[in-house]
Structure formats: C-alpha cells, structure tokens
C-alpha cells in the first residue's frame, strides 16, 4: 500500500497540464536564448538585460516546477511579472506579443496544483 495520500483526478491533470507547457515554454525559450544569445548589456542597455534576467527566473522556475510546484509557480509568475515591469520601465511600453503571457500559464497552473493538493489534504 503506497504511503502517498491519493488526489483527485483534477489535480493531476492540473500538474501534469503545467508540467508539459513548462516544458514546451522551456524548450521555446532555451531555443531563443540558444540562437538569439544573451543580450549585450553595452550595446542593448540594462533594461535588455533585465528583461532577459527576468525570462531566465521563469525558464528556473519552469524546471523546478516538476519538483516543487509552489517553487516554480512563484518563479514564473514573479519572473514574468518582472519582465512585463522592465518592459514597461524601459521600452516604455508592453510587449504586444501576447506569447509572453502565455508563458504565465504553467506557473498559474503550478501555483493551482499546490492550493488544490493543500485543500485536499486538510479536507481528508
């Protein structure tokens, strides 16, 4: 008999939903730092680089979202709060793309997963 308290069945399609988009979003924005490099901070600025900094927190959180989902969700979320903030303080706008608020998704979905496993441990 496995120690492991059981959830319902909506929870583990919510992990899992989260933990193949964090994927995807990880393997999108590994492919972007890999062709387009790191921005050089002399030539773009700092807000650039803390746009990028900011992307890099949410790819960490991606990752250790399959582990820790409260970890992961708050780094995806905080990193792209804080891209969406440096955007804004230093393009002086948003990004138009709304593929960069896609990537809140699996953090959103991380951050679900941890309240619905706490809910359902206190109800039992």
Known sequence: MSSKPSHPEHVHSIRWTGRVLATLCFLLLAFMFAFEGLPNIFRHGAAEALRSLALVVTLVGFV???FWE?????LVVGGMILFYIFSLLGAGGLPRSPY?????????LFLVSWFEVRRHTKAA
């Open 64 to 66: 250790l979202g399959w």
């Open 70 to 74: 409260l970890v992961g969700g708050v």
């Open 100 to 108: 960069f608020l896609a990537l809140l998704v699996p953090g959103v």
